[in-house]
């Protein structure tokens, strides 16, 4: 272990002492540095960052655009919401009014049942009085006529009995004198 250990040191103590590569001059990282900066140099001459700029600020605008659309149809919506909700509102008004409206038609009809079933029943009392009070009048009318017709017939037996051919000549003879 102790081995290990050291060729860890010595060769940690070779990588530090040794050159580093360089081409015309400069290290490697130099030469980074200067190709970044040329890489730069020819971004700024070729005006990509005003190219990444108008791009980034096209894409903004088309998202503003769309974010203003989603806000417009939002707002549509919430009209649109709010307008139906209205309308139920109204709807269940409306139904309400015409239940309620139901509700008393159906009570003035009961009303009117029960008067014209009252004003039926008295209406048929009176017919059935009168069909009564006609047939004690059809009876006592028969009954006069029944009583007139026993008189004559009584009254013709008594005459029959009574009266003869000469008494009739002489009533005739005292009716002519009297004329």
């Given at each position: 272990?102790?081995?290990?250990?050291?060729?860890?040191?010595?060769a940690?103590?070779?990588?530090?002492?040794?050159?580093?590569?360089?081409?015309l001059?400069?290290?490697?990282?130099?030469?980074?540095?200067?190709?970044?900066?040329?890489?730069?140099?020819?971004?700024?001459?070729?005006?990509?960052?005003?190219?990444?700029?108008?791009?980034?600020?096209?894409?903004?605008?088309?998202?503003?655009?769309?974010?203003?659309?989603?806000?417009?149809?939002?707002?549509?919506?919430?009209?649109?919401?709010?307008?139906?909700?209205?309308?139920?509102?109204?709807?269940?008004?409306?139904?309400?009014?015409?239940?309620?409206?139901?509700?008393?038609?159906?009570?003035?009809?009961?009303?009117?049942?029960?008067?014209?079933?009252?004003?039926?029943?008295?209406?048929?009392?009176?017919m059935?009085?009168d069909?009564?009070?006609?047939?004690?009048?059809?009876?006592?009318?028969?009954?006069?006529?029944?009583?007139?017709?026993?008189?004559?017939?009584?009254a013709?037996?008594l005459?029959?009995?009574?009266?003869?051919?000469?008494?009739?000549?002489?009533?005739?003879?005292?009716?002519?004198?009297?004329?």
């Amino acid at each position: 272990m102790a081995d290990a250990a050291s060729l860890i040191l010595l060769a940690a103590g070779a990588a530090s002492e040794a050159a580093e590569p360089s081409s015309l001059g400069l290290t490697p990282p130099m030469w980074v540095a200067l190709s970044m900066a040329v890489l730069i140099a020819v971004a700024l001459y070729l005006k990509v960052p005003k190219m990444l700029t108008s791009g980034l600020d096209a894409g903004i605008a088309e998202i503003k655009q769309q974010l203003d659309e989603a806000k417009s149809l939002r707002a549509e919506a919430e009209a649109l919401r709010q307008e139906y909700a209205a309308k139920i509102a109204g709807a269940e008004k409306d139904a309400a009014a015409m239940l309620d409206h139901a509700r008393h038609e159906a009570d003035a009809i009961i009303a009117k049942a029960e008067t014209d079933t009252a004003a039926v029943i008295t209406r048929r009392e009176k017919m059935a009085t009168d069909k009564i009070e006609a047939a004690e009048l059809a009876a006592i009318a028969a009954l006069r006529a029944k009583t007139a017709d026993a008189a004559t017939a009584a009254a013709r037996g008594l005459i029959a009995a009574n009266h003869s051919a000469a008494a009739d000549s002489a009533l005739v003879d005292q009716a002519i004198a009297g004329i």
